[in-house]
Structure formats: C-alpha cells, structure tokens
C-alpha cells in the first residue's frame, strides 16, 4: 500500500500569509506544506503538495493519486463554491478525501455555505485555521489504516 497523502491547495492560497491576515492568518503556503509533512511522518506518510490557481491542474494530480496516494486533503478555495469537476473528480478517484477551509465559511458570506466537496469527502474540518491540516492529515491517517 502505498504511503502518500496528496495535499491539494486551490486558487489563491498561494497568497496565504499577505491575503487577509484577519481571516487566513499570516502563515504561508509553505508553512501550510511543511505542517502536513511533519504530522504526515509521525504516521509514516509523505505528503505530494500541489497548488494551482487553475481548476484542470488540480484535476489532473487528483486522477494521478489513484496510482500513487492513500488519501487526499483538499482546500479546494474559491473551487469550492463551484467546481462539480473537482467534485467528480474525487468521487471517482475514491480515496478517502479530508475537505479543509482555514476559515469559518458558514461565519462568511452566503454563497461560501455551500460546498460541492463536501458530500464526497470522509470529512470536514472548517475554521481551525492551518491547524486544520493537522487535523486533516490525522483524520486520512487514521482512514487508511482502516
């Protein structure tokens, strides 16, 4: 079995660390991946981190973890609110797929309550901040060794 987590980063979390501090924190992307390594070898798992601001990147390193990865975490962004592709996309790949969003989304405006991500994903874990992804990464963890 293999021993990878994919981590997936939508539109504009590249910025995180100068986007709205008020609402995303001043941690950055890079702190975000080096975070999810970490807890990711305390069980033994790697982590392939991938960002885009662009819907088919990501769609394309989803359908590659059916070959290489044992879950996904996602904080599929503004992807969120709209993107059925993405939606499809972990449906079909079925690995066990944590939803991550650093902020409260349903403390936010309306049309950021509704997720197309969520009906497919083993969970979700809103409003924890990057803390999230540590949370995140112990939930697949926990799936995998199921």
Known sequence: MTRRILLVNGPNL?????????VYGEETLADVEALTSRVAADFGLEVRA??????GVLLDAIHDARTDCAGIIINPGAFT??????????????????EVHISNVHRREEFRHHSFISA???CVI?????????????????LIAQ
């Open 14 to 22: 590249n910025l995180l660390g100068t986007r709205e501090p008020e």
């Open 50 to 55: 991938v960002q885009s601001n662009h819907e």
């Open 81 to 98: 609110h709209t993107s059925v592709a993405l939606r499809d996309a972990i449906s079909a790949v079925a690995l066990p797929t944590a």
């Open 120 to 122: 497919v994903a083993a």
């Open 126 to 142: 809103v409003g924890c901040g990057v803390q999230g992804y540590e949370l995140a990464v112990r939930r697949i963890a926990t």
